[in-house]
Structure formats: structure tokens, C-alpha cells
């Protein structure tokens, strides 16, 4: 994978700023240096949120922070080349995977556009108790304050185009941590941002070791919300050390997706590969437990392996390459270690299991048992177990037996059975004929139980982002 370095600065009161120390960028794929960044500690920390309070004293009118909004927008479809290509090389993401990303944060920043536009209060029906007879009342919506934004390394870009778009359309200011990991899409953007006309302050951006940014963040009162997308461990303890701030979380899934007898089994099979592989399996809601009616068992088997033997593993950067790599060596041992205990417990290796150069081969494992931990841990690598089951609430209890809930599926043709799943299925989202790996920008997306407390989408997230206000008028 042939890289040239770049070097990018943190963004702090609209200057781009050095440290004097570093944060090396390494390809996942080849260890080839991809670029560096400043390491921040807590005082570029503290500098960025003084720097974002004080944005916050001279508010932006709607039409202007939408007019900014679209001009990221523009900036991005215009440059998507070079965002792509910055997706692909510090996060091994493959070009098709980075492009897709590339062009889902045009429709982020523009649905956030949109959103500023129409963001407004309500009207409250005074006279509909003899209390408020003679008033007149209406809420506005005001900005909560200071977010802190921290994002993780999968989505380097439009993960963090869902924090910052809808805080700058709600008329909050953002300090942002990245991924150490992919830093480089976040200042980039953040790039944009500026030569969109963003006035200094709105956007801050530090990089480094994470506790001690995040200490700060945590510990400053003037930060009025923490929006975290991560894993759950580290997001749910954020939100038990802040119990004064709103803290949204965005977490982990161990998707599971229904495929009834009745289904278009082709169709079925065709998305599914496509998405329990696609970026090595490193989404939330990439496919990882799929439960397949006994009856076509063998049939959907019959179109699904040969579509997962004909994925491409390999260079990331190769526009055809389906799977890469995962975004550290301990990443792929810990992946490998786990389909080794699924096969110590008995379940058939039916693709894949091992690697292909240092590359994992996309892996399919027949009816691991439930304890397993390919089936009761989120695996974020490039393997799916496939199960059979009986009855389809049997298949709705198994694909509710986790405690994450933040997407499911079912490729199902009666109507019916179809909306019943969907209620009965424990998640924020269910996708019906189609992989459960599909979001749309504009969607209300997000968990239930361990998987996250709130909904993304830039119109969802305004919400959170701003405080409801009753003004009272007596008339
Ligand atoms: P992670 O290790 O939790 O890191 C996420 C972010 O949190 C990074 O910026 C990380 O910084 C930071 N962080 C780590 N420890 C912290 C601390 N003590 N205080 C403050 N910040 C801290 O997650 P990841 O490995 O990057 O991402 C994978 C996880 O994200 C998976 O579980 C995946 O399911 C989840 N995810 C969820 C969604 C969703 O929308 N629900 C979307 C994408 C990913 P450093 O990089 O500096 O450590």
C-alpha cells in the first residue's frame, strides 16, 4: 500500500497547533508510516474548551452555521478522492468501504444542514387546563453547551461527521478526541470546517492518550455534554463518572439476523456476505449471528458459501479488495484466538478459520454453542456463526439473547411474521429483507440495554444537543 506521510495539526481556538510531541499514523495494513499528529495532554485539553466556551458568547444564526454546514458538505463531495484515500490508509478500511463512508458524510452534514434550518420550538396549548388560562406559552430550543465529542477509529470520518454536524446545528461548540488510532480524517475535516468559513472555537480538536483527555473533558464542568461512539466498557464508565452531564452513547452489537424458510434465499445470502465482512467485520452492526430456518438450512448454506469464498482478501487499497486487515496485529490474534475456542467446543469451521498472508480469511462457524464467545461477545472481526433453528420465536429468542440491542435483521416474506419480529426483537433498529448492517444518515440510530442510551441522525441528535425552554406569557 503506497502511502505519502502527512503531517496535520491540532485545531485549538482557530489555530492549528503543535505539541512537540508526536502521535505516529501506521497503516493497519503494512505498518508504512501514514502520518503524524500532535499529542495533547490536559492543558491543550482545558485551552480547547476555554476556547469553545468563549465561541459560545457570540452564537452563530441559524443560517449561518447552515450555510457552513453545506459548504462542508459541498467540500466533501468535491474532495472525496482524497478523504477516501485518507479513510483507507490509517484505517486499512477498503476503498469500496472508504468511498461509501466518504460519500455518507456529504448526506450528514447536509441532513444537519437541514436540521438548522428547521429547528425550532413549539407552542405549548396554554388553555387546555383552567392553570394556564390567560397565558400564552412556547418553547425554544437552546444549545446545551460545550460538547465534548469522542469517536472511534472504524468510522474515522462520518462518526465523527454525526457529532459535530448536528452540535454545529444546534449552536453548540465541539471539542473533539479521535481515535489515536485514525486521527487524520477528523483534522482533515476539521479542515474543512475552517476553510468553510467556521469562526475560531466552534470545532477544537486534540488528539491523545485518552484517560487524561478524557479526565479533563469529564472533569470540566463547562462541558455540558460528552458524546462518545466506542466500545462499552469505556462509554458507560464516562457516563457513571459524569452524572451531571448528559452522556449519549453510541456502543457495541453482536448483530444477529433471522432468515425464514420462506425468504428470498439468494437475496438473503448476497447481502449478508456482503456485510458480515465487509472492513474485516469492524462495524457495529456488521453480521456476526446469523439463524437460518432448519428446513433451507443446508439450502441458504448452498448460497452463502461459495459468495464468501469469493470475497477478495488483501491490500486496502486495491478499489476490488472486500476484506482487509484489522486495525492491530492484537486484534487479529484475539479474533483468531476466539474461533479457536468455538472449534475446541466443538462447531465446524465451514470457511476460512485462519489467515491468508497476515490477513484473516472471512470465517464461517456452524452452531457454536451459545457460551462461546464468537456468539455471546461482539467479535468485530471478519467472522459470522450460522445456527439453525425451529420456530421463529425460537429464532427471536436466541437473536434476543445478548445484552447488547443495538440492531437486528430478518429476511422473512409474510408480512405478518415480519412485524411481529420486529416488536418482539430487543433493539434499536430492525432491518426487514435486509442485512441489519444498513443505516441511512437521516435514521434514528442507536441501542438499547448495553449497547448505548440514545439515538444518532443528525435530526435525533439536535435533540439531545439542546435544552427545552418554556416561555411563559401572561396576556
Ligand atoms: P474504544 O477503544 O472504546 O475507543 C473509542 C474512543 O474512546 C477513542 O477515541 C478512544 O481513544 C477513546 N477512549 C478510550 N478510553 C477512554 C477514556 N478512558 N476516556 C475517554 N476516552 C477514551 O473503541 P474503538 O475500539 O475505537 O471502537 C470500536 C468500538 O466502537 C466497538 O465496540 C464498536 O461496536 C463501537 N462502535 C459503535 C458505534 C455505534 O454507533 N453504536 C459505531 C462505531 C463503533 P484512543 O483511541 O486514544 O484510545
Same mark, same amino acid.
Given at each position: ?5 502527512t503531517?496535520? @495539526?491540532l485545531?485549538i ?7 512537540g ?19 495533547a ?32 458538505? &459541498? ?5 472525496? =478522492? ?6 483507507c490508509?490509517?484505517?486499512g #478500511? ?18 444537519? &444542514? ?29 444549545p ?5 465529542? $469522542? ?10 461527521? @454525526?457529532? $459535530? ?11 473533539? #478526541? ?9 483534522l ?18 486534540v ?7 478524557? =479526565? ?11 458524546s462518545?461512539t ?15 452531564? #448528559? ?24 447481502? !449478508? ?25 443446508? @439450502? ?9 469464498? =469469493?470475497?477478495?482478501?488483501? =491490500? ?18 484475539? *479474533?483468531?484466538?476466539? $474461533? ?18 497476515? !490477513?484473516l ?8 454453542p451459545?457460551?462461546? #464467545? ?17 420456530? !421463529?420465536?425460537?429464532a427471536?429468542?436466541?437473536a ?23 416488536r ?7 432491518? *426487514?429483507?435486509?442485512?441489519p ?24 441528535a ?14
Amino acid at each position: 500500500m503506497a502511502t505519502t506521510a502527512t503531517e496535520r @495539526h491540532l485545531l485549538i481556538g482557530g489555530e492549528w497547533v503543535e505539541t512537540g510531541s508526536w502521535i505516529e499514523v501506521r497503516s493497519p495494513y503494512d505498518g508504512a508510516l501514514v502520518g503524524r499528529v500532535p499529542s495533547a495532554g490536559a492543558a491543550e485539553t482545558r485551552r480547547a474548551t476555554d476556547a469553545a466556551e468563549r465561541a459560545m458568547h457570540d452564537p452563530l444564526p441559524a443560517h449561518e452555521r447552515a450555510a457552513v454546514l453545506d459548504r462542508v458538505a &459541498a467540500a466533501l463531495a468535491e474532495r472525496h =478522492d482524497e478523504v477516501a484515500q485518507m479513510i483507507c490508509e490509517e484505517a486499512g #478500511k477498503p476503498m469500496k468501504a472508504a468511498r461509501v463512508e466518504a460519500q455518507r458524510a456529504v448526506s450528514t452534514f447536509t441532513m444537519a &444542514a437541514v436540521e438548522a434550518r428547521k429547528l425550532a420550538g413549539d407552542l405549548v396549548p396554554m388553555d387546555a387546563s383552567p392553570a394556564g388560562v390567560g397565558k400564552l406559552a412556547l418553547t425554544l430550543r437552546v444549545p446545551i453547551g460545550v460538547v465534548a465529542a $469522542i469517536s472511534p477509529f472504524n468510522f474515522p470520518l462520518n462518526l465523527v461527521a @454525526h457529532k $459535530i454536524a448536528p452540535a454545529l446545528a444546534a449552536g453548540c461548540a465541539v471539542v473533539l #478526541k479521535p481515535a489515536s488510532q485514525t486521527p487524520l480524517s477528523a483534522l482533515l475535516l476539521a479542515e474543512l470546517e475552517t476553510e468553510a468559513g467556521l469562526p475560531a472555537g466552534w470545532l477544537n480538536v486534540v488528539c491523545g492518550p485518552a484517560s487524561e483527555i478524557g =479526565d479533563v473533558l469529564v472533569e470540566d464542568e463547562r462541558v455540558r455534554m460528552i458524546s462518545f461512539t466506542g466500545s462499552a466498557p469505556v462509554g458507560w464508565s464516562l457516563r457513571e463518572r459524569a452524572p451531571r452531564k #448528559k452522556v449519549s452513547l453510541e456502543l457495541g452489537n453482536a448483530t444477529p439476523v433471522i432468515v425464514a424458510a420462506d425468504a428470498d434465499l439468494g437475496d438473503a445470502a448476497s447481502r !449478508l456476505a456482503a456485510n458480515a465482512f465487509s472492513f474485516a467485520g469492524q462495524s457495529c452492526i456488521s453480521v456476526q449471528r446469523i439463524y437460518v430456518e432448519r428446513d433451507v438450512f443446508d @439450502h441458504f448454506l448452498g448460497h452463502f458459501l461459495p459468495l464468501v469464498e =469469493d470475497l477478495k482478501v488483501g =491490500d486496502p487499497a486495491e478499489e476490488d479488495t472486500d476484506v482487509g486487515p484489522l486495525i492491530a496485529p492484537s486484534e487479529r490474534e484475539r *479474533v483468531l484466538s476466539w $474461533i479457536d475456542e468455538a472449534r475446541g467446543l466443538g462447531a465446524e469451521i465451514l470457511a476460512g478459520g485462519g489467515l491468508e498472508g497476515d !490477513l484473516l480469511r472471512p470465517t464461517v462457524i456452524a452452531d457454536p454453542p451459545p457460551d462461546a #464467545k464468537v456468539v455471546s461477545e461482539e467479535v468485530f472481526g471478519p467472522v459470522c456463526t450460522i445456527t439453525p433453528y425451529d420456530t !421463529l420465536d425460537e429464532a427471536i429468542a436466541l437473536a434476543n439473547g445478548t445484552r447488547y440491542g443495538l440492531q437486528a435483521g430478518i429476511f422473512i416474506a409474510d408480512v405478518k411474521d415480519a412485524l411481529n419480529a420486529a416488536r418482539a426483537l430487543d433493539f434499536g433498529g430492525v432491518t *426487514v429483507n435486509e442485512a441489519p448492517t444498513f443505516r441511512a444518515d437521516q435514521m434514528p440510530y442507536g441501542g438499547v440495554k448495553e449497547s448505548g442510551n440514545t439515538r444518532e441522525g443528525p435530526a435525533y441528535a439536535i435533540r439531545e444537543m439542546t435544552d427545552e425552554r418554556v416561555v411563559v406569557l401572561q396576556l
